[in-house]
């Protein structure tokens, strides 16, 4: 006589299929998760590099030096004279830090300005 239903075996190789894909998509959220906050470390890096640049960009005599911007330390030097300076940038505190190497230069003359 054949009872319907599911064997012991066909249950537990059931169970265990179940359990190997709920840890895989525990692995994946994990791994998704720490992508997700090294991204926003790096916008958040970016930021700051962006608002110390603007604020050097605008200076007439950029000086070396160091702030924390948004709680994101950042540090440069510049270097060289007359028109072209350039200026390198470390971004970010004892875990990845982000480089950054910029030229500044005065802004061209407006269009129809004289000479």
Partial sequence: MVRPGFTLVEVAVALGLIALAALTAGAAATLSAGALARAEAREA??????????????????????RVVDGVPVEWSVTGGGTVRVCDLRVGGTGEALAFRVYLAPAPAALGAGP
């Fill in 45 to 66: 890096a970016t930021a700051a590099a962006e608002l110390v640049l603007d604020s050097l960009a605008q200076e007439v005599d950029p000086r070396p030096g160091s």
